[in-house]
């Protein structure tokens, strides 16, 4: 299945039902997911239907012996040593903000005079 043209919503609903597919391959009961993660069954379904939080994700995959999955889901990038070089001192640490532009005051206005 290709992700790129799939809504947020749509990604999110196929994941839960990849991992609910998993729970029921190893033929565990959705409460048996909940209890081993700490979670309610309501949790557990939210999570399964598309609307759990990345933690309870990362700890049914890790209870599901998956947790392979999460560390290919975003993969850590590297360089080699002469890109670090050329990169050092030149990698960002934060976003600029844009600037804010002020109203100019003419003082000269002779409307402005009190």
């Known amino acids: 299945m290709n992700f790129d043209s799939m809504t947020d919503n749509a990604i999110a609903t196929?994941?839960?039902?990849?991992?609910?597919?998993?729970?029921?391959e190893q033929n565990l009961t959705q409460q048996q997911i909940a209890d081993e993660v700490g979670l309610s069954r309501l949790s557990y379904r939210k999570l399964v239907n598309g609307s759990g939080k990345f933690?309870?994700?990362i700890a049914v995959l890790r209870v599901l012996g998956r947790f392979d999955l999460v560390q290919g889901f975003v993969p850590e990038t590297t360089f080699s040593p002469i890109e670090q070089l050329k990169l050092k001192g030149k990698?960002?640490?934060?976003?600029?903000?844009?600037?804010?532009?002020?109203?100019?005051?003419?003082?000269?206005d002779p409307d402005l005079d009190w």
């Open 91 to 108: 990698q960002r640490l934060r976003a600029s903000a844009g600037k804010i532009q002020k109203a100019s005051v003419n003082k000269t």
């Open 55 to 57: 933690q309870n994700i």
């Open 14 to 24: 196929e994941i839960g039902r990849r991992i609910e597919q998993m729970r029921l």
